[in-house]
């Protein structure tokens, strides 16, 4: 039985609603954060989606030097808490060391354990002992039931609010192949099952100094997904894709949203009357 895992009053598995976890890659700028946050907020309403608001302050696994990064822990936090405060929606963003758990555990809901950092044991203590939830993302080079390691990490500090989420695996030099056996694989674990549908289409590296993708690809993979089985469905959108200063290649349009979400409610209705 998947456990039930209530993130700011969205609720995560255990027969609960389809949900959504969006927003940009990281953030660009106070202003086009809560742009982008009000947009979302105003969609889910409109639409019931149960929505978790996504931004990272910081990207430190970025390919190169040059690239951008975010405003960092401060400025980025206090975004966020804008944010969360001016729209009343749950926020979602990832920690790099565990210098970074306290500060984020007091605004953030969900502490996104980033894929590469999956098995970096001080950062998963850290992460559950804050108390917050812990969303655990599958290292591309993990097999899927390998993340019950990381899994007991977190549940040695006795924090039982976990999600894992699936985001490909490696396939080659600079690519990725989503296998959607893995989401049944992972839900045997026991915990909410997330697809990262936008990260899934990533090519690691593919443009020479940053990871390319095809954001084409993560609407038909995210319907799989929903269709295989999944609590949660993360996309990274931007209001413009090609401007985002990262993951553009992957990010889906803020205008396209809803149509893609129309469709994986349809299908997940499908999936649960069956």
């Known amino acids: 039985m998947i456990k039930k895992i209530n993130v700011g009053g969205v609720r995560f598995g255990g027969g609960a609603p389809l949900a959504l976890i969006a927003g940009p890659c990281v953030i660009e700028s106070r202003a086009g954060c809560l742009d982008l946050a009000g947009k979302l907020v105003k969609l889910a309403r409109a639409e019931k989606i149960p929505f978790v608001f996504k931004a990272s302050f910081d990207k430190a696994n970025r390919t190169s030097l040059k690239s951008y990064r975010g405003p960092g822990l401060v400025q980025g936090l206090e975004i966020l808490r804008e944010v969360k405060e001016k729209f009343g929606v749950p926020i979602l963003t990832d920690v790099h060391e565990v210098a970074q758990v306290e500060a984020a555990a007091r605004v953030a809901d969900v502490l996104q354990i980033p894929a590469f950092l999956c098995r970096q044991t001080d950062l998963l203590l850290a992460v559950g002992a804050s108390g917050a939830v812990a969303n655990i993302k599958k290292g591309q080079f993990l097999a899927p039931l390998d993340l019950r390691h990381a899994i007991a990490k977190i549940e040695s500090t006795g924090n039982r609010r976990i999600l894992v989420t699936e985001r490909g695996a490696s396939f080659g030099y600079n690519n990725l192949v989503a296998d959607m056996r893995s989401l049944l694989l992972l839900r045997e674990l026991g915990y909410p099952v997330i697809f990262d549908a936008t990260h899934s289409v990533q090519l690691p590296g593919g443009a020479g100094d940053s990871s ?63």
């Not at 993951?247 to 149509?259: E, R, V």
């Not at 979400?261 to 999936?271: E, F, K, N, P």
């Open 212 to 274: 390319g993708g095809d954001g084409r690809f993560a609407p038909a993979l995210a319907r799989a997904a929903v269709a295989t089985g999944c609590d949660g469905v993360f996309l990274e959108t931007h209001v413009n894709p090609p401007e985002a200063l990262s993951d553009s290649a992957n990010a889906i349009a803020f205008a396209a949203l809803k149509t893609v979400w129309r469709q994986l409610i349809a299908i997940d209705g499908i999936v649960r009357r069956g």
